[in-house]
């Protein structure tokens, strides 16, 4: 159940910063804690205590900054992914629905002055998931998902790109980076997306809802699957010869049908950053990316996001407005 409520504003830690929400980004982690994380088996569930404030992804103004912050002032704007994925075995920290949030200032970075508040806020975690996927880890964490580090795979224009349920928040991410770096790019998505993906650079478009992408698709060096789920394995028949598929959501594939096939999988874990964020800033500020926004609601209204979440078929981010 999610109540709006009044809680106090929070206090400093040494290396935060306290940030005047003007915008939160919505994003499936949200809901997977709403629910309970029940779509994650058992052991790699976070201690959850109740009342939790959900949410990571903020756009706001710095008012108050610890003794220890260099870099931030009061007055700065800013916008981050905050304390994602959270401690290692530690409780889920998340606390980003909210008027005021406390964040580690190595989080945030400054907002990009030409894009508002409501997009900067869409732009954190599915940007930095397509980044860290797709053009630079940025970290040497082990992922949860497998005991090998995960490596992006080099992008120019000798390669090709499919990218499943590009017309979601990672998903249209991913078709600008991949674009971004000269790739040729595949979308897939229903029909109603499709001039949105082109606008955004994809090449080739595929409604998975007339044909099956596996049909249709060959050669294809990278697939990004921001879907998952059981049915992921049948993307692996769209690639070449040492092609990759990497699933942006925890799914398994049969190691006997890889190894026939010649190709492998390999995922990670989206990890706080605001030296990257910084970069898909410039990326913002140039025009050389831009956030969707499928549809924002009050703060106080964060129950038909969720409600709208729950829909599906979204174009870009769900943002709530705090001011």
């Known amino acids: 159940m999610l109540r709006y409520d009044e809680v106090p504003i929070p206090e400093l830690e040494p290396g935060e910063a306290l940030v005047r929400v003007h915008a939160v980004g919505v994003n499936p982690?949200?809901?997977?804690?709403?629910?309970?994380?029940?779509?994650?088996?058992?052991?790699?569930?976070?201690?959850?205590?109740?009342?939790?404030?959900?949410?990571?992804?903020?756009?706001?103004?710095?008012?108050?900054?610890?003794?220890?912050?260099?870099?931030?002032?009061?007055?700065?704007?800013?916008?981050?992914?905050?304390?994602?994925?959270?401690?290692?075995?530690?409780?889920?920290?998340?606390?980003?629905?909210?008027?005021?949030?406390?964040?580690?200032?190595?989080?945030l970075a400054r907002k990009p002055s030409g894009v508002d508040h409501v997009?900067?806020?869409?732009?954190?975690?599915?940007?930095?998931?397509?980044?860290?996927?797709?053009?630079?880890?940025?970290?040497?964490?082990?992922?949860?998902?497998?005991?090998?580090?995960?490596?992006?795979?080099?992008?120019?224009?000798e390669r090709t790109v499919l990218v499943n349920g590009a017309a979601g928040g990672v998903g249209h991410f991913a078709v600008q980076l991949a674009k971004w770096k000269g790739a040729r790019v595949i979308a897939v998505a229903s029909a109603a997306h499709e001039s949105f993906l082109r606008e955004l650079g994809a090449d080739e478009f595929i409604d998975y809802t007339r044909n099956r992408p596996e049909e249709i698709a060959h050669d294809v060096d990278l697939v990004l699957d921001t879907v998952g789920g059981p049915d992921s394995g049948r993307l692996l028949r769209t690639l070449k010869r040492g092609g990759a598929l990497f699933p942006v959501f925890f799914a398994e594939y049969d190691s006997e049908?890889?190894?026939?096939?010649?190709?492998?999988?390999?995922?990670?874990?989206?990890?706080?950053?605001?030296?990257?964020?910084?970069?898909?800033?410039?990326?913002?500020?140039?025009?050389?990316?831009?956030?969707?926004?499928?549809?924002t609601f009050p703060l106080s209204d964060a129950r038909r996001a969720h409600e709208r979440a729950a829909r599906g078929h979204l174009q870009g981010k769900i943002v709530l407005t705090a001011v």
């Open 29 to 107: 982690p949200d809901w997977y804690v709403r629910e309970g994380m029940t779509n994650l088996p058992p052991a790699m569930r976070p201690p959850l205590g109740l009342p939790a404030v959900p949410g990571t992804d903020v756009s706001g103004v710095v008012e108050a900054v610890a003794a220890d912050v260099d870099g931030l002032a009061v007055g700065d704007e800013v916008f981050g992914l905050l304390r994602f994925p959270g401690p290692e075995g530690g409780t889920y920290t998340a606390s980003a629905y909210a008027e005021y949030v406390a964040a580690p200032a190595s989080d």
């Open 119 to 157: 997009h900067a806020a869409g732009a954190p975690m599915a940007g930095l998931t397509a980044w860290q996927f797709l053009i630079e880890l940025g970290h040497d964490h082990p992922s949860p998902f497998q005991a090998a580090q995960h490596r992006p795979m080099g992008l120019n224009a």
């Open 257 to 295: 049908e890889t190894a026939k096939l010649g190709v492998t999988t390999s995922g990670t874990q989206v990890r706080a950053n605001g030296t990257q964020l910084a970069e898909l800033g410039r990326l913002l500020d140039a025009g050389t990316l831009r956030v969707a926004v499928d549809s």
